[in-house]
């Protein structure tokens, strides 16, 4: 890089003390400057929540080491762009406390605080712990992807969304996402005033067995990586939709297929 040591920027959606935290910054320690910038309190599942309609604030508690009160993906956006003296050259999400896989990355705020770095074009990785409380294994993890990242980069708009399972690790593996099978399960009670309320996600995690998936991997005992992008278009059923544009040039809505050169 020929500029001195690289500048990593930290955050998570557990919050500026989870334990996840500490030890990613700590598996991290030594591979370059280790901001951390990260929410005042627990923000899981908050997805890409930005704030922008009440002021943010950021406390310094220490060296490089700062809560903001506000999101993971402000966090991220506030690090970058306001308070880290150098744009970073990764940023690295997590350690979540919790598998973030499948469907489920859209809801994650540790998966979006590492799509907020994609957005502001630095190469970003996301880290979750499968299930325990024993981060420092997936602490090594997280160092030896970060690692390969700042020496061979990602591909354009793409981050890494990592999940260690617990214990010991049979190695990593590259995977694609899979399907959670929804349940479809609401607790329905009644409060002590006598009013309904809801619960929503109550039952256990179920997921399709799909060989190639995260869920596979790290049902296995694998380190699943998955390469995501921020590009949402089914790009396959953009094509199959061009089958819809005779009728709606019918009826006036499409300017119509374009002519073919004579
Ligand atoms: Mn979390």
Redesign the pocket.
Known sequence: MGRGQPAILVS???GIH?P?LTALAKGLAGLGAVYVVAPDR????VGHALTLHRPLRVERLGPRRYAVNGMPSDCVNLGVLGILPARPDVVVSGI???S?LGDDVTY???VSAAMEGVLLGIPSLAV?LVEGEDYEPAGRVARALTELVLRRGLPPDTLLNVNVPAGEVKGIRFTRLGRRVYSEKVVEETDPRGKTYYWIGGGPPLWEAGEGTDFAAVSAGWVSVTPLHLDLTNHEALRALAAWEDDLQAKGWTPGRRRRAR
Do not use: F, I, V
């Open positions: 998570n959606d557990d989870a996840g627990e923000r899981s599942t979540n406390q919790g973030n994650s705020g540790t979750s």
